[in-house]
């Protein structure tokens, strides 16, 4: 009987098409991370001051709104 034992997970990145990939899904995810963050500002930006008092914002925490999680920062 012949026995296949191996130690490297299916899915490792230990080849070079395997870090190729983990570099495009990390820029894919930073690119998203970048769109969805310049969307919320562009949304924020056209409330009115009273709007954005509503949902306990000022005009200058647009500005910051994804900076916090963002992989470009």
Known sequence: ???FDTTRTA???SGLIGRIGA???SLTASFLAW???RQAKKA???LTDRELADI??????VES???VDS???
């Open 1 to 3: 009987m012949a026995v």
């Open 11 to 13: 899915q490792g990145t």
């Open 23 to 25: 570099l495009v899904r």
């Open 35 to 37: 769109n969805d963050s």
């Open 44 to 46: 924020l930006s056209g």
């Open 56 to 61: 306990g914002l000022i005009r200058s925490d």
């Open 65 to 67: 709104i994804g900076l």
């Open 71 to 73: 992989p470009l920062r």
